[in-house]
């Protein structure tokens, strides 16, 4: 699963569209090694199969696919693109079957 605490125990590195992107050892993601995409929303893309419940479930449309090509899990990923529209209802977490998604409703 995510680790929640990622804030403190993962890097930002870089951004994606307006939203950072964060790796347990500060190093730029890899192929195979993508790290964490989003803040209030977060996918872990390392764990991310593209199983896709969370954009079908979603009510306020935060999740796009994004390309991942070469990953060992899966070559789309569910990004947090518009997170900030996020009104923390939590279904995302709740279905997703692999539990990549943390939100923080802070
Ligand atoms: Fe969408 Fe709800 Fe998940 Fe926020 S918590 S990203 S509104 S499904
Ligand atoms: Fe990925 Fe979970 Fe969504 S596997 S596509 S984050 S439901
Ligand atoms: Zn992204």
């Given amino acids: 699963a995510i680790d929640p605490s990622f804030e403190n125990t993962y890097e930002e590195v870089d951004r994606h569209?307006?939203?950072?992107?964060?790796?347990?050892?500060?190093?730029?993601?890899?192929?195979?090694?993508?790290?964490?995409h989003g803040t209030h929303v977060a996918v872990d893309f390392d764990i991310c199969i593209a199983d896709g419940a969370c954009l079908e479930d979603c009510p306020v449309d935060v999740f796009e696919w994004t390309d991942t090509p070469g990953h060992p899990e899966s070559e789309i990923k569910a990004d947090p693109t518009y997170e900030d529209q996020c009104i923390d209802c939590m279904l995302c977490v709740d279905v997703c079957p692999v539990d990549a998604i943390d939100v923080d409703p802070g």
Avoid at 17 to 36: A, F, L, N, S, Y
């Fill in 17 to 36: 569209e307006d939203h950072r992107v964060w790796t347990t050892d500060g190093e730029e993601p890899t192929e195979d090694k993508q790290g964490i």
